[in-house]
């Protein structure tokens, strides 16, 4: 048995074997965990050392005071964890799991994985090895059946769905959007989104400035949304037109052809952003992520799939455990996309059987925004900072972020544009009493969750509110300038280009004797680190303590989440 705590799309790949692992979500009641042998955990980690949602339940069971210590001792189990090293509390989830179940008398099969996304082969270079441990200690316990024949190398295992298609489109146009709005009696989700018409989409970085930074207005007028500072709106993006064309012509479809899915098993959803019947051109523009860098389980199909020798070869060679030095330096360090692999090659490419098009690429998943407005202000607005993903490799067309550069291209000025949305809780929850002090330290983009949090503890006539902002040029990157400089004059506090040791005297002041909280917002990759030893500074130089104390002073912080950070890498 396996448990999963992941978007479907990151699941288990089971790279000891050359085919994707049929793994389904599904509802699993945790008092049923006291009657099953073997169990393999496979959890990420979200917010601030966070369980997912849907582990939340499973999380709060677990780790249930009254559960008897001897409540699993007949179970072995496996955790597998899929985090990002860059981030504080990297796959907290899966050590206290590991620790928890220890704790209730299960017995490991073999010690903690821990993937990471930073690694320069990725999360394989650690999950390759202990797989290949794991089914050792499995066929152990539970030997193959003798009478069971094994699936030969190299054979790929049945689609998951079937492709039907239709002789005649159902509908006169095939690029419509497959999203629609029906009666709903809760709020959008990822289910069903709200298609929020674009108002405004504005480049407020300079002209001269090497970032293009967009703010983003969205009318959510009768959506039934509602967020409070803190928040973040997830949206769904789309693969370009031009993207969307090509994979079409590499692989030989037909972008109006119109079909139905059909799943292989009983009791298999059907995806459910895929409306039925859909076109080529839905699936592929709206549905598959062609714009990713793919996984290795993605060349181990693939090479199931050619009819090429050379091309099988290489496809081989790429997904073996011998070539992920290879497979590094093709795909992951140069960042080539699925749809730059299939066109290298070509033969491969246009022999894929359509039915396996959704075991090979994975879904397109939304992406999360922080609100940089408050609705106490514009109820009826909300409002984004976008950062749009654009730089060089070695490759000769440059590497563009899907979702920055699809929000990017869109003008509101040109026509109607609605982009496909909802909003969840962030990882920041400010306090509600009036008279405790707020620090936020949001250097660049990082500023957008405080400015909603600004403008809502204003709107509520909460003081306190200590802002520290970073930016390279005050006439390129001043995001809100104009706001900032009418707040001050209103007794705000806010802070451009100022390091924190600067104003040890009064960060000290506000931590120590005020009971303020502290807030961190914006990329994980160096920033986090330098703000921690800065308060680590101020700690012991205003006061007093040892590194130590100091390090003890700032876990309490975070303990009681007067320490919150909101960062990406």
Not at 84 to 89: F, H, L, P, Q, V
Not at 330 to 353: K, N, Q, W
Not at 549 to 567: G, H, I, K, P, V
């Amino acid at each position: 048995m396996i448990l999963l705590s992941q978007p479907p799309q990151l699941l288990v790949l089971h790279e000891s074997s050359p085919h994707p692992a049929h793994i389904h979500l599904c509802c699993y009641f945790g008092a049923n965990l006291i009657r099953e042998p073997l169990v393999v955990f496979v959890c990420a980690t979200t917010g601030q050392g966070d369980p997912p949602d849907n582990m939340k339940n499973f999380w709060r069971f677990i780790f249930r005071k009254n559960l008897p210590s001897t409540s699993l001792c007949q179970m072995d189990f496996a955790v597998l964890g899929l985090g990002d090293s860059s981030y504080a509390k990297f796959n907290f989830v899966a050590k206290k799991l590991h620790r928890r179940l220890l704790q209730l008398g299960a017995s490991a099969l073999l010690p903690i994985c821990l993937g990471d996304d930073q690694h320069e082969l990725g999360p394989d270079a650690v999950i390759d090895p202990w797989l290949g441990d794991l089914w050792e200690k499995v066929l152990e316990l539970y030997p193959v059946p003798i009478d069971l024949p094994v699936i030969p190398h190299g054979v790929p295992l049945p689609s998951k769905f079937t492709l039907q298609f239709l002789p005649e489109a159902p509908n006169p146009s095939s690029k419509e959007s497959c999203l629609a709005i029906s009666d709903s009696l809760g709020p959008p989700s990822e289910s069903q989104p709200f298609l929020a018409p674009m108002v405004t989409n504005q480049r407020v970085t300079g002209p001269s400035h090497f970032q293009d930074v967009r703010l983003i207005e969205f009318d959510i007028t009768d959506s039934g949304i509602s967020f409070a500072a803190g928040d973040v709106v997830l949206i769904q993006p789309s693969n370009s037109a031009a993207h969307t064309q090509q994979f079409c012509h590499v692989l030989g479809l037909d972008p109006s052809q119109c079909f139905v899915l059909q799943p292989r098993e009983p009791d298999v959803p059907c995806p459910p952003g895929l409306p039925q019947p859909c076109s080529v051109w839905q699936l592929v523009s709206q549905y598959l992520d062609i714009a990713s860098v793919p996984r290795r389980s993605f060349f181990e199909l693939l090479a199931c799939l050619s009819p090429h020798e050379l091309e099988r070869e290489k496809l081989l060679e790429l997904s073996s455990a011998q070539g992920q030095e290879d497979l590094c330096e093709y795909c992951s360090r140069p960042r080539r996309t699925i749809l730059e692999v299939l066109c290298d090659f070509p033969h491969t490419a246009g022999a894929i059987p359509p039915d396996y098009l959704l075991d090979l690429i994975p879904q397109i998943r939304p992406r999360a925004f922080s609100i940089a407005s408050s609705q106490l202000v514009h109820p009826r607005r909300l409002q984004i900072l976008v950062a749009v993903v654009q730089y060089r490799t070695r490759l000769k067309e440059p590497r563009r972020g899907l979702c920055s550069s699809w929000l990017a291209s869109l003008d509101p000025e040109k026509g109607p544009v609605q982009v496909p949305l909802w909003v969840r809780p962030g990882g920041l929850a400010f306090p509600e009493t009036p008279d405790t002090p707020v620090i936020m330290v949001g250097p660049g983009t990082g500023v957008a969750p405080f400015r909603a949090a600004v403008q809502e503890r204003v709107a509520q006539g909460q003081t306190g509110n200590f802002l520290f902002f970073g930016c390279r040029w005050r006439d390129q990157d001043f995001y809100w300038g104009d706001e900032w400089q009418e707040l001050e004059k209103r007794g705000q506090k806010v802070y451009v280009q100022h390091r924190l040791r600067e104003l040890g005297p009064l960060v000290w002041e506000l931590l120590d004797r005020r009971g303020a909280y502290f807030y961190l917002a914006g990329n994980a990759k160096y920033m986090p680190t330098d703000v921690t030893e800065a308060l680590m500074s101020i700690f012991q130089e205003e006061g007093g303590l040892s590194h130590p104390n100091a390090a003890t002073y700032l876990a309490r912080l975070q303990r009681t989440l007067r320490f919150q950070t909101e960062t990406w890498a």
